[in-house]
């Protein structure tokens, strides 16, 4: 069976020539440590991330930066924060908007799902390290770096009514 990554992986060894960004080389780079062989029926299956990982992929990215965060670790761009991560490593928080929080979720019930209460409604989404795959777990963080990435909106104007001088 092919993966969206291992097609990925081929298109990224056939633009060798072209520079490579962090997250081309941590793609490739955890090859050989995303699948491992099940002995009885000889299949592979996909690894669970670990706190470690996770961390490393996070800071891995274009201008990102860790700082403490309550009990957790934030990592942030110099705009806003996109990522938490608990102390005990079991739980990783993303900043997504709500339509990639419901796809994200949808792909992956089993490991991710909105934050409980307000925080939740606003796109933070509770993924769980120990029960998702490492491509989902990738596309995930990706899309909210991405997410904390974008330049601020610009804000109209307001026009102020003044009186007309007749």
């Known amino acids: 069976m092919i993966t969206h ?7 990224l060894r056939r633009r060798s020539a072209a520079p490579r960004s962090s997250i081309h080389r941590a793609l490739e780079a955890s090859d050989s440590a995303r699948y491992r062989t099940k002995r009885a029926s000889g299949t592979l299956t996909a690894m669970a991330v670990s706190a470690k990982r996770a961390k490393e992929l996070a800071l891995s990215l274009e201008n990102a930066s860790s700082y403490p965060h309550f009990d957790r ?18 739980d990783l928080n993303l900043m997504l908007d709500v339509e990639q929080q419901k796809q994200f979720c949808s792909m992956a019930p089993q490991a991710m799902a909105p934050v409980a209460g307000g925080w939740g409604r606003m796109g933070w989404t509770a993924c769980d390290l120990s029960t998702i ?3 989902t777990f990738k596309a995930a963080l990706l899309a909210a770096h991405a997410r904390a990435n974008l330049p601020p909106a610009k804000r109209a104007r307001k026009k102020i009514a003044r009186p007309r001088n007749r």
């Open 5 to 11: 990554h291992a097609v990925l992986r081929q298109s």
């Open 133 to 135: 795959d490492a491509a």
């Open 73 to 90: 670790v934030a990592f942030r761009t110099p705009r806003r924060t996109f990522a938490t991560l608990a102390s005990s490593g079991g």
